[in-house]
């Protein structure tokens, strides 16, 4: 609705409202002045029939006199009447009035939008920028009150254009650079659907859902990689994603191919290239040993058991979460608490170790090792550097959710030691 639409509207309204007060009154006034009109017809045919009465020898002339002296007494005090009746309705519509508008405008005050409406148009106003800058991967320099403003332009414009996958891509990217992984995806997802060729927008998807960490959505992200490659076997860029993403699943095969593609053409001292070297001499070790227990007839269950027992289950934190007071105060009651590991060298956000508990009394002690590893080939004894964030969530999902509290802290794993470490949850998500 256009700011000319909406003053038409509210104009008419008003006039709508005043007529309705007014209505009574003028309708009073009219009947007012026909009685009066009547009422004097009246006093004239009255004098007429006396005039009649007194040549037709009915009554005298005294009679007559007296009878008309009593007509104008009944004429004068009816008027009178009137005049003073009229008069005294003109203060109570007064005020009345003046309590509906003073009202009214106090009722529109309290509830009227128009600040939020105003930060609407200035963030419409803003949007060209703020999309280029977007759009040119400087996101991290948007601030709070930019990223509010673009989200809230983004989503006007695709209120009015919902079949824009600019405007939802544009959206995607958003969220993501915020940390709200499945919005991004939501939103990543549709401008797919609504451009399925634009293989640009397919890219982003993937590097959306590669960011999640998640199985499912690591598998879904591999998937896409592989038809991108099908359309464009020469692509370098798709065949390193797809070995990082590959490696992530603990897929040698496809790790091994893909990396291979692009092996000489990274930098000698890459830190993805080391890690992706490291990752497929892991997986061939893990091959190797399966191979082996196939051959003695061991099950793999029982050395994998015998491993936890003795190195692996040994690596990890012992980790004491505490609140900050402004967290004790305003942070989830009920739901979960999620203790997890990520890697603080790569840009791989899957977790490590995760530990899901119910929400309980501060401070809370909770053992993060090996154990509690979400892939068996991606666990805290092998990375070096990590990221331990505890997290009160209410639905219970690692995924950032509006409403969440949570607090970080780096530390290093020593390799078959419980570390001891404590985090502090003081930001709200």
């Not at 990520?342 to 791989?348: E, P």
């Not at 154990?371 to 505890?390: G, I």
């Amino acid at each position: 609705m256009s700011w000319s639409e909406f003053y038409i509207i509210v104009s008419g309204l008003i006039t709508l409202v005043l007529l309705i007060v007014a209505f009574p009154w003028l309708r009073n006034k009219n009947h007012a002045k026909q009685d009066s009109l009547s009422n004097t017809q009246i006093v004239k045919q009255r004098l007429a029939e006396l005039d009649r009465e007194v040549q037709e020898g009915l009554i005298s002339e005294h009679d007559k006199r007296q009878a008309v002296d009593e007509l104008k007494l009944a004429l004068v005090d009816e008027s009178a009447f009137q005049s003073h009746k009229t008069g005294n309705a003109k203060l109570p519509l007064a005020i009345g009035a003046v309590l509906a508008i003073a009202c009214g405008v106090i009722v529109y005050a309290q509830v009227n939008q128009m600040g939020r409406v105003t930060q609407a148009s200035q963030a419409i106003e803003a949007l060209p920028e703020l999309s280029q800058q977007l759009a040119s991967g400087n996101a991290n320099n948007l601030t709070q009150q930019d990223i509010a403003s673009l989200a809230l332009a983004i989503r006007q414009r695709l209120r009015e254009e919902p079949e824009d996958d600019t405007g939802w891509m544009y959206f995607g990217r958003l969220m993501l650079s915020i940390g709200q992984e499945v919005q991004a995806i939501e939103a990543i997802d549709k401008a797919v659907s609504l451009a399925p060729s634009n293989s640009a927008n397919r890219i982003t998807l993937a590097q959306a859902l590669m960011t999640t960490g998640d199985v499912n959505n690591l598998e879904r992200a591999q998937s896409i990689l592989l038809g991108l490659l099908n359309d464009n076997p020469e692509n370098d860029n798709l065949a390193l994603m797809m070995a990082v993403v590959s490696a992530q699943l603990g897929d040698l095969e496809n790790t091994q191919r893909f990396y291979q593609q692009v092996e000489g053409k990274l930098p000698a001292d890459s830190d993805m290239a080391q890690r992706l070297v490291a990752r497929i001499k892991e997986l061939k070790g893990n091959t190797n040993e399966m191979a082996a227990l196939q051959n003695t007839g061991i099950e793999p269950a029982n050395v994998s058991t015998a491993q936890s027992d003795s190195s692996e289950a040994q690596t990890g934190f012992n980790i004491t979460v505490r609140l900050s007071d402004d967290a004790n105060t305003k942070a989830p009651k009920e739901g979960f608490l999620i203790v997890f590991a990520q890697d603080a060298n790569s840009d791989n956000k899957m977790p490590a170790a995760v530990v899901k508990l119910p929400i309980e009394d501060f401070p809370v002690s909770v053992t993060l090792t090996t154990e509690n590893a979400m892939m068996p080939q991606f666990t805290l004894a092998t990375l070096s550097d990590v990221v331990v964030t505890a997290r009160l969530s209410k639905d219970g999902n690692v995924a950032v959710a509006k409403g969440e509290w949570q607090g970080s802290v780096s530390a290093s794993v020593a390799a078959n030691e419980i570390s001891s470490l404590s985090v502090i949850i003081d930001k709200e998500l």
